[in-house]
Every structure is written in structure tokens, then in C-alpha cells.
């Protein structure tokens, strides 16, 4: 489903309020990544009774969410970590699979103007993927859940994670510009900068995820990924925004209401 230039976020800023509260609620305490919580308690957390409606139908589908702190980094935070979560379930060449969409990243960033090291974010990125290959092999489904909800609290370490998932983002808005740029309004222009729009507004771990960087970050990856939109838009039921579809599993479903993503659970 195409979702550059859906009007997914133009409720953003009319929810404010509620945001504020999410926000409010996983900046207490140094913990990015939360406990996972019943679906029913997330009506509880919205102002709008729009918005307490549609959470609650999510339980005909949905079990279960997992708040992940705002900082700018949701997104990427949500995504990776529903990822890793699911491997465990994954077939036995997943983590290859995966490892494989990186092999041409390195080529493409040496040709671009982009800062930082690619080398840093890769061998991390690839040592935690390589290890939860290892582990789902040698221990049980609850072992693994919890030693990746253990090592999530590492923040360091998860953020050279998302540094990482920034850059391929970066990597892929530069180098497919004919594709990205009618979506990026500051590219339309005269003499526009594609390694300067994503040096402002991918790589900074505090820069605010826009719809253009799900597109590339799964174009990237080909991860399966869908989005459950709660908002206060007029429409009876959440939206469900297919980003990349395919029958491969892991398939990341993230809860946006508007401003933050969170992880969603069947």
C-alpha cells in the first residue's frame, strides 16, 4: 500500500494532549522500552472519546502493546525491537535473509556525502542480529523474550542500533531521490541537497520520524510492517497502513497515535 502523501498525519498536531500524556508517561524513569501491558488498558490513556472507542475495538484483534519511550527515535526503537522479538518464531534463514538486504549499503554511502561511520553501526547492528541467531537456537521462547527485553535496557548499545537504522534510511533517501524527493517538500526546490535534508532530518537521533522514512527503511530491509492508526479522524475503526507486505514472519504491527509509535501484539 502506498503511503507517501497518505493523510495518515494531518491529525498530529490536533491530539496534542493526548501525546503529551504518552510522552509524560515513558519519560518516567530511564527505561526506553516498557513492560509489555493488556491492550485494555490503553483507552485509559487517551483524552478523546474518539480515541478510547477505536483502541477499544482493538481487542476483537489485539492483545496486548508495549509503550517505548518519545524521544524522536520511537519509530525506529518500535520497529527493531518488535523485530527481534519475533525472530524467535522466524524460519531458520530469516536473520540471513535480513543480513543480506545490507550487502550494497556500504557501496552506496561511500557515495554520498553523509557523516559518521558506517563501519560502527554495521558491526553492531549485525553482532545483536547474529546473536539472537544464536540464542533462539539454545534456549526457550520466554528465555529469549526476556534476555531481549534485558539487553533493550542497554540504551548505548540500542542506540548505535538506531544510529544504524538511521543511516540506512539516509542511505536510501539519497540514493533513490527521484522516488523520495515529490515527498519531501524541501527537495522540490532549486539546487536541493538530498545528504543535506537527511543530515537535518534522519540521522540526529532526536529528529521526528516522517512517512518517507518508513518507506525507505522497509525498502531497505523488506520487512513486513503495518501500522494501526488510533487517531481523531472521523472514521469508526483505526486505519491499518500496510507499509511492506509479504507472508514472511517477523511482520512489525506498531500502534501510532498521533506522534508516537508504540508496539502492538496479536
Keep these: 500500500m502506498q503511503i507517501m502523501g497518505h493523510s495518515f498525519w494531518r491529525h498530529e498536531d490536533e491530539a496534542s494532549d493526548d501525546f503529551s500524556m504518552v510522552l509524560q508517561t515513558s519519560q518516567n524513569g530511564s527505561s526506553k522500552i516498557h513492560e509489555k501491558e493488556p491492550l485494555s488498558s490503553l483507552p485509559a490513556e487517551f483524552v478523546y472519546e474518539v480515541m478510547k472507542d477505536k483502541s477499544n475495538l482493538l481487542l476483537a484483534n489485539y492483545s496486548g502493546y508495549r509503550k517505548v519511550s518519545g524521544d524522536g527515535s520511537c519509530f525506529y526503537r518500535s520497529f527493531i525491537y518488535s523485530y527481534l522479538e519475533q525472530l524467535v518464531k522466524a524460519s531458520p534463514d530469516e536473520e540471513l535473509r535480513l543480513l543480506s538486504t545490507l550487502e550494497p549499503m556500504l557501496e552506496k554511502f ?133 507499509i511492506c507486505e509479504s507472508s514472511l514472519v517477523p511482520c512489525v504491527t506498531l500502534l501510532y497515535r498521533p506522534g508516537h509509535y508504540d508496539i502492538l501484539y496479536k
Excluded at 533462539?136 to 540504551?155: A, G, H, P, W
Excluded at 527521484?178 to 519531501?184: E, L, Q, R, V
Excluded at 525507505?216 to 481523531?232: E, G, K, M, R, Y
Aim: one cysteine or more; hydrophobic letters at 40%; a negative charge.
Design 110 to 242: 561511500q557515495r554520498l556525502n553523509l557523516p559518521g561511520s558506517y563501519a560502527d553501526g554495521y558491526n553492531a547492528f549485525v553482532g545483536l542480529i547474529l546473536e539472537c541467531m544464536a540464542r533462539r537456537q539454545t534456549v526457550s521462547v520466554s528465555e529469549y523474550e526476556y534476555r531481549l527485553f534485558q539487553e533493550s535496557q542497554n540504551e548505548q548499545r540500542f542506540a548505535e542500533i538506531i544510529s544504524y537504522l538511521r543511516l540506512l534510511t539516509a542511505i536510501e533517501i539519497c540514493t533513490e531521490v527521484k522516488k523520495f524527493g515529490p515527498y519531501i517538500p524541501e527537495l522540490n526546490r532549486k539546487n536541493s541537497d538530498a545528504a543535506g535534508w537527511c543530515r537535518r532530518r534522519v540521522i540526529p537521533m532526536s529528529a521526528e520520524v516522517e512517512h518517507v522514512h518508513l518507506t525507505a527503511l522497509t525498502d531497505v530491509l523488506h520487512v513486513p510492517f503495518q501500522i494501526v492508526n488510533v487517531d481523531i479522524s472521523d472514521t469508526v475503526e483505526p486505519n491499518i497502513h500496510i
